[in-house]
Every structure is written in structure tokens, then in C-alpha cells.
């Protein structure tokens, strides 16, 4: 095997690497992978990607983008090898689709602001897309997206086409009413309603988040992360007063609780 180790690699190091370790005198691993074996590695290094813009770690944003560019080589490495298209190929279709999709910046289109800008991206994506009607425009959301952030991206298309409330109090009734009917599923004891109604209720919710610009992805991430907080107080709490969380009560825990939130609160901790 001919490599020539540098002090500093491009982009066309990362490729040549990529196939060296696919080729069969390299790693026994990298040449067993395939599309599926390796999807959950690409999604999560996409999520530690944006842990580091989370957390504004510049040092770890820059290594994790790293990590999600060798997801992407490898992809276009195992296609290449089949013949299908290479990175080559990858990188040539994003850039015709950014220059087609900013007929404002590389056409005869204008946008004086993001509204155009971005109503311009949308009108290019539906004709290039082949999606002449709503329909194929909300069916066009990818499935493979995290529920809350695809409710969301459906609901703005639904907007598109005129079909919204005209303010969050209609929404806000609507996710009432959605609540009702799984108070009654919960009575009847039906569990295929009572299944349909959980997700008519998230889906409700998000779209009263919608109309109050919030973004429900990260509000759900933050209460998590708020629940957690609480939790280890709760337990610290606990632990002071002798208390075994495993055998007390529900009614002692639910005191415990209340305690934490009151003193986050009088502390402005949350």
C-alpha cells in the first residue's frame, strides 16, 4: 500500500483515504460496510455535530463536522464502487442545486429580504421536485426526521396551501379538544384510539408551538433536560432526609418535588 503521510490533508486526502481502507488489502471493518450497516453511525454523528453548536464548542464542532464528512465519503466511496456516482458526483449536484435554488444571487430573480429569498428557494424546489400540487409538496417531508420537527415541516406546508387557524387560540382549542378525546380513549380502555389520540395530541402541540415561533424539537430537549435537573435535586433531597426512593411513596415524592421546583424558582434556577 503507497501512502505518503502530510503535515496537513485536503479533501481529496479524506477521499483517497476513504478508499484505501474499502480497497481489499485494507481494513477488514471499513470493506464489510455497507449503506445500512453504518446508517445509525450517520445519524449519530450528526447529532454530536449539533451538540457541539449546542454546547458553542468550536474545537468539537470542528472535529464532530469531520466525523459527519467521512459518513458522507464513505457513502460516495461504496457507490463509487459499484459504479453509480462518486464524491465527484455529490459535490456537483449540491452546487447546481445551490445555484438554481438563489436565482436571486446566480439568476435574474430578486429578493430584497429572507421572506423572498427563501420563497424563491421554494417555488425552484417544488418545480425541480416535481411537486405541482400541496400533496406532493407535505408528502415530500422526509420520514426519517425526528416526529416533532416533521409535524412541524408539514404543518408550514399546510399553511402554504391556506389549510391553518388564524391565530394560536384556535390551535390552542384544537389541542383541547385533541386532549378530550384521549381522556375518553383512556375511559373506553380502547388502545388503538387511545394510540391515535397520543399522536394527535403531540401533533397539536407542536402546532401551537408553531404559531408562538417555538421551536418544539428543542423546547421538548430543554424540558429534558430541565426534568433531569430536577430529578438529581429530587434525589439529593432525598438522600438528606433518609428517604429510600425505591420504597417511599408517590404522595413523598411528589412533596419532594414541589420543594425543588419552589426553591429553583425563589432561585431563578428553573
Request: charged residues 30%; hydrophobic residues 35%; proline residues 2%.
Amino acid at each position: 500500500m503507497q501512502f505518503t503521510e502530510k503535515p496537513v490533508y485536503g479533501f481529496e486526502d479524506l477521499i483517497e483515504i476513504v478508499k484505501i481502507l474499502r480497497a481489499p488489502d485494507g481494513c477488514p471493518w471499513d470493506r464489510e460496510q455497507t449503506h445500512k450497516s453504518i446508517r445509525a453511525n450517520f445519524i449519530e454523528e450528526t447529532y454530536e455535530a449539533i451538540e457541539a453548536i449546542d454546547t458553542e464548542d468550536t474545537e468539537l464542532l470542528k472535529e464532530e463536522l469531520g466525523d459527519v464528512l467521512l459518513q458522507v465519503a464513505m457513502h460516495s466511496q461504496m457507490e463509487s464502487e459499484e459504479n453509480r456516482f462518486d464524491m465527484n458526483d455529490v459535490v456537483d449536484g449540491v452546487c447546481k442545486k445551490l445555484i438554481v435554488r438563489h436565482p436571486h444571487v446566480f439568476g435574474d430573480k430578486n429578493a430584497q429580504n429572507v421572506d423572498e429569498a427563501l420563497s424563491n428557494w421554494d417555488a425552484v424546489k417544488r418545480q425541480t421536485k416535481s411537486q405541482d400540487n400541496h400533496t406532493r409538496a407535505i408528502q415530500g417531508v422526509s420520514k426519517a426526521l425526528p416526529s416533532l420537527m416533521r409535524s412541524e415541516k408539514i404543518q408550514h406546508k399546510a399553511r402554504k396551501a391556506g389549510l391553518d387557524f388564524d391565530s394560536v387560540e384556535g390551535a390552542l382549542k384544537k389541542l383541547n379538544e385533541e386532549c378530550t378525546e384521549l381522556d375518553i380513549a383512556i375511559h373506553h380502555g380502547n388502545e388503538q384510539n387511545q394510540y391515535e389520540e397520543i399522536g394527535d395530541v403531540l401533533f397539536s402541540a407542536v402546532n401551537v408551538a408553531r404559531f408562538l415561533d417555538v421551536d418544539s424539537e428543542h423546547a421538548l430537549h430543554d424540558s429534558c433536560e430541565k426534568f433531569i435537573k430536577r430529578f438529581a435535586m429530587l434525589e439529593n433531597l432525598a438522600v438528606e432526609r433518609g428517604i429510600d426512593m425505591d420504597t417511599a411513596s408517590i404522595t413523598q415524592l411528589d412533596s419532594l418535588w414541589d420543594e425543588v421546583k419552589i426553591n429553583l424558582k425563589e432561585n431563578n434556577g428553573g
